[in-house]
């Protein structure tokens, strides 16, 4: 392993995040426990050392993925006014995850009361989306003749959907939008097909077609026809007969976005859909022009590092890591593990999310990793903090000189002994157009007793190739 001398590079100018070719790999996997008091993880490749190769398979299929504000222009007078929009939109995406988990465990409890085997389906919850602005936006082919939509990419999102004519109310949105009158391969599906059956509570069939509703936070909200429809990855390939949602009513703005690619690990998901044996991403800088991929069925570098991927026992769509700690500069911050596992009720643990910009800590968690990293910054110029509301960035520095060194070493500690390496661009964000930069993580809402789940956000995996493995399964119980 090589990574800890990637971090110790000098911090590059103010405009910090651009991001090289450099790349590592993360590979996770969902299945469907059988046992409800256990975590079960599969064996997945975390954070590989090397530059990521294309791989020759033939059935790989690839988008491009490229940072929202490189496509949509934002409706923001600064920059701080847009990481105040992302910031706020992680605290209520937070909150909206942690709403789905109880929701979950209180459904279960009333159902394995009367049912030992019920499990709960995520798709009866409200899908975690709010804003957009800090996430990254998949070009995908729809129908025949092919039309090219800009679709959120969200691993918290279990549907697939885009803004189809007609449509009442719309909102404004990037790209034309898709007529399906003028798609050969458009098929409406029936209330009795599986796809249909699979949204949960999330369809409305009183008669066919198959109706969905996808609802998310912030009263945003898209309803239409659940149908089939070809889906091209550009030059790659295609893939008929996949069931995706044509929304005639939506509201909320979406950033701008023709709809969302839900990447979330249940049968209605997008992966699914294709019968991907694995996806992947690159995250790119989030403020840069540049792009990177969105791939499936791709091979990831062969030195990759093994850490496990817990599935809740009681909701299926998220996706978690066992994290056991955070060094830095060689002091480790452990995290206790009634914080990193999933509790028996269902509750805690620490998931990875490709919407939310910065890591979440438990409270107590933060002050111990904010404490040390202080501790071992201080030649770097200090600043005063960042508020956005209910949440403050509060260890903040001034790097408008645009120091070369000072910088502390940092690294995530996986269960298992597995270590990744981060850069000083993974764990301090930019905030204004002066130079002034935060550490990237925060607690918990103090106020909330209920928000137990912790959530490793999209600045920790930039620069990274994060691939989910579909297929291996392997099974553990939680001492």
């Not at 991929?293 to 909701?315: A, K, M, Y």
């Not at 060689?330 to 910065?358: C, F, M, N």
Request: glycine residues 8%; charged residues 20%.
């Amino acid at each position: 392993m090589y990574m800890a001398r990637k971090a110790q590079r000098p911090f590059p100018s103010v405009n910090i995040f651009i991001i090289g070719l450099s790349f590592f790999s993360f590979t996770l996997s969902p299945f469907s426990p059988q046992v409800v008091s256990a975590s079960a993880f599969k064996r997945l490749q975390l954070f590989s050392t090397e530059e990521a190769q294309p791989s020759s398979t033939s059935s790989v299929l690839s988008l491009s993925l490229h940072p929202h504000s490189s496509i949509i222009k934002l409706p923001y007078d600064n920059y701080s006014d847009l990481v105040l929009s992302r910031l706020a939109s992680d605290r209520a995406r937070a909150k909206l995850i942690n709403s789905n988990i109880e929701r979950a465990v209180s459904t279960f409890n009333r159902r394995h009361a009367v049912k030992p085997d019920v499990q709960v389906q995520p798709e009866d919850l409200k899908t975690p989306l709010t804003h957009s602005e800090g996430g990254y936006l998949a070009r995908i082919g729809v129908g025949r003749p092919v039309k090219e939509f800009h679709l959120i990419a969200d691993t918290g999102s279990q549907i697939t959907w885009l803004q189809c004519l007609p449509c009442d109310p719309c909102y404004e949105q990037s790209d034309p939008i898709f007529d399906p009158s003028g798609s050969s391969s458009f098929s409406p599906l029936s209330c009795a097909s599986q796809e249909c059956t699979s949204l949960g509570k999330n369809q409305n069939c009183k008669a066919d077609p198959c109706t969905y509703k996808a609802s998310y936070g912030d009263n945003f909200s898209s309803m239409g026809e659940f149908a089939t429809e070809t889906v091209s990855f550009g030059s790659s390939g295609s893939v008929d007969k996949v069931a995706i949602g044509c929304g005639h009513t939506n509201q909320g703005g979406f950033g701008g976005a023709d709809g969302i690619l839900g990447l979330g690990g249940t049968p209605v998901g997008f992966p699914s859909q294709i019968t991907a044996t694995s996806f992947s991403y690159c995250l790119v800088d989030m403020d840069s022009n540049s792009s990177s991929s969105l791939e499936f069925n791709s091979t990831p570098p062969g030195d990759s590092v093994f850490v496990p991927l817990i599935i809740n026992p009681r909701i299926e769509a998220y996706y978690y890591v066992e994290l056991t700690g955070v060094t830095i500069n060689g002091e480790k911050v452990s995290i206790p593990a009634s914080d990193y596992q999933i509790g028996e009720d269902g509750r805690g643990g620490i998931l990875v999310d490709s919407g939310t910009t910065i890591t979440e800590f438990p409270t107590q968690v933060y002050y111990s990793v904010r404490d040390t990293f202080v501790k071992y910054a201080r030649a770097l110029p200090p600043a005063s903090g960042f508020d956005y509301g209910p949440v403050k960035l509060d260890t903040c520095y001034d790097l408008s000189s645009e120091p070369t060194d000072g910088y502390p070493t940092m690294s995530f500690e996986f269960h298992g002994g597995q270590t990744l390496s981060l850069r000083p661009a993974n764990y301090l964000i930019r905030v204004d157009t002066s130079g002034k930069h935060c550490l990237a993580f925060t607690g918990s809402s103090e106020r909330v007793s209920s928000e137990r789940v912790s959530i490793i956000g999209n600045i920790q995996q930039q620069g990274m190739r994060v691939t989910y493995d579909l297929t291996n399964k392997t099974r553990k119980f939680n001492d």
